[in-house]
């Protein structure tokens, strides 16, 4: 049953990062014309925006504890770095 209820936060993750990312490509297509910098960072973003997608789709897989706490301080991790990033 616990399983079941983290798969549904986990997707419920998943829904919000994916409307996270349509307003992020939003705010990339109005900074096309922009510095090397700012494409760089933008570009960066995106990078950790995918692996973040990847690290929750195998979180939801995981059955081994280990490698799903691994998972989760990696995705951690993710996510303060893009946070810093915007």
Known sequence: MARGWES???ADQMEEAD???LEDEKEERAHLSAS???RARLERLE???LSRT???EQLERATNQSYRE???RTLRALEAEIEELN
């Open 8 to 10: 549904k936060s986990v």
């Open 70 to 72: 691994m998972l989760r």
């Open 54 to 56: 990847r690290t929750l």
């Open 47 to 49: 990078s950790l925006k």
């Open 36 to 38: 090397p910098v700012i």
């Open 19 to 21: 409307a996270r990312s």
